[in-house]
């Protein structure tokens, strides 16, 4: 949590120092999400607004980055599967539900898959669960497989093949043959 506290103090005084920079509203924005989601669930939905307004606003400063689309997709992925719980406190609190579709999702992502140079696990296992939030079974396989074809590199990347060879165990027998 400290060090999250320390890159969130940072990014806000780089947001105060160059308002109009991407990198700048990307990483409040990154910090912003990782603190709500250690905490209540106010908080998470708190730093999911912060965290939509600031991916948001770097994607109009610079809209050629694609890490911008990656995050902005998990925002979309998230409140799209928000549980009705999380929903009825987010309409309590703020009057409205943040808004997010797996469609659009799958969009982001796709986006995120076609002008990056590099490709993330965590990016395919979330193709994976859009697909299947939208019981296309057949397809959510194939990215699940394609998860496991790219190289583990570091813990994150552990964690993702392990979640999604529970989900392909689970899934498997809709594969194309």
Not at 86 to 99: C, F, H, Q, T
Not at 137 to 152: G, I, R
Request: glycine letters at 6%; proline letters at 3%; aromatic letters at 10%.
């Amino acid at each position: 949590k400290s060090v999250i506290d320390e890159g969130l103090k940072w990014a806000k005084h780089a947001l105060e120092m160059y308002p109009g920079n991407c990198n700048a509203h990307k990483w409040f924005a990154i910090c912003s999400g990782a603190r709500g989601q250690l905490g209540t669930t106010k908080e998470k939905i708190e730093g999911g607004y912060i965290f939509q307004n600031h991916i948001n606003e770097a994607i109009k400063i610079n809209s050629r980055d694609p890490t911008l689309y990656y995050l902005k997709g998990k925002l979309e992925y998230e409140v799209a599967v928000l549980s009705s719980f999380d929903r009825r406190i987010a309409s309590w609190l703020y009057g409205e539900v943040p808004k997010g579709t797996i469609p659009e999702a799958i969009e982001l992502f796709l986006k995120f898959q076609r002008e990056s140079p590099i490709q993330l696990k965590d990016c395919h296992l979330h193709l994976a669960k859009c697909y299947l939030a939208k019981n296309e079974y057949e397809t959510a396989v194939h990215w699940l497989e394609q998860t496991l074809q790219l190289p583990v590199k570091d813990s994150e990347d552990k964690e993702t093949d392990s979640e999604a060879n529970q989900l392909l165990k689970k899934y498997i027998k809709y594969k194309k043959v």
